[in-house]
């Protein structure tokens, strides 16, 4: 039998003085409380109960014993609840990571503003590190993971948190130097400074778009944020986010490429764990950066 199962009973039968009595409080009946204590008795080793009639009075071990044991329930009753009520709170630590070049982008200001305004919740942010397979965070002690592409993974449950701009561009000396583009295809002819994770891209929507598999690369990196320095110094064409691109884009630092022809936004996904409750800080992280990039819009370029 189950050992808190007949601990419970017993500690009732100590505290109502009966099996009757304890059957009733437990919503059981009497034969099977007594079985239980008896059970308990066996295990131990040792008689905790002398059984009358009309009463049952406990042993020196059984008074021993009910003490232990009602303290043991108690602490394992406490702590479901508070682990219930961390459940249903925003507090505790919150672990999430994500590829470098999301980080360093606009996500890492959204986390930093939602850690302002939740001080009880302990934020642990790390960029890098993750797997192709959508679950492995888990595994790794991370609560949420973001992506930019479409998973579908029964393991996991996905929430769009926003849609990242990107602008195809380059600076006013490459393209005088180089010329400009006339059409999608005309990328080939030209030096490009590529993510080392995007080494593919699309442009235009629907049936009209095109994908374009980058072979002159004259610049390659992880990092959108070196991409868009070496745009900057003339070193070719990028693909980049249009948040950090926006100044320069703005300034005439870097000039936007074929301007009827769009270029596909990247849906950012927040993913975290299977089950019917999602924990309270979860909820409210992905309540709050749905906000917050709702409230900072990227403004729009001219083109």
């Keep these: ?18 099996f009757s009595g304890a059957a009733k409080k437990l919503g059981s009946s009497g034969s099977l409380v007594s079985r239980h204590v008896a059970e308990l008795e066996r295990q131990l080793g040792v008689r905790l109960v002398n059984r009358t009639a009309r ?24 702590e479901d609840a508070g682990i219930a009520h ?15 070049w999301i980080g360093s982008l606009d ?31 888990l595994d790794s002690g991370f609560d949420i993971a973001f992506h930019t592409r479409d998973l579908r993974d029964s393991s996991v449950r996905l929430k769009k948190i926003a849609s990242l ?11 005088a130097a180089n010329g400009t583009l006339q059409e999608p295809n005309d990328i080939g002819a030209h030096e490009c400074l590529v993510h080392v994770n995007d080494p593919v891209w699309r442009l235009g929507h629907g049936h ?21 320095k070496a745009a900057v110094y003339g070193r070719g064409i990028a693909l980049l986010p249009q948040r950090p691109a926006y100044d320069d884009l703005v300034s005439g630092a870097l000039e936007v490429l074929l301007p009827d022809v769009p270029v596909p936004d990247r849906p950012l996904y927040a993913i975290y764990g299977p089950g019917q409750a999602t924990p309270r800080k979860i909820g409210v992280f ?18």
């Design 208 to 228: 009209t778009s095109t994908l374009h598999k980058i072979r002159n690369i004259a610049f390659q990196s992880n990092s959108y944020i070196a991409l868009q």
């Design 107 to 137: 996500l890492g200001d959204a986390i930093a503003a939602f850690s302002a305004a939740h001080p009880k919740i302990q934020v642990r942010f790390e960029l890098g590190g993750i797997s192709d397979r959508t679950y492995d965070f």
């Design 55 to 78: 009463s049952v009075s406990l042993t020196e071990p059984g008074q021993r014993y009910a003490a232990f044991a009602a303290r043991i329930l108690e602490e394992i009753d406490a």
């Design 286 to 303: 992905l309540e709050f950066l749905t906000d917050w990039f709702s409230r900072n819009p990227i403004p729009s370029i001219k083109r």
């Design 86 to 100: 961390l459940h249903d709170r925003a507090e505790g630590t919150l672990s999430i990571i994500c590829p470098k």
């Design 1 to 18: 039998m189950d050992r808190l199962l007949v601990m419970h009973s017993f500690v009732t039968v100590a505290q109502v003085g009966s």
């Design 165 to 175: 701009p990107f602008v195809l561009c380059a600076s006013g000396d490459y393209l």
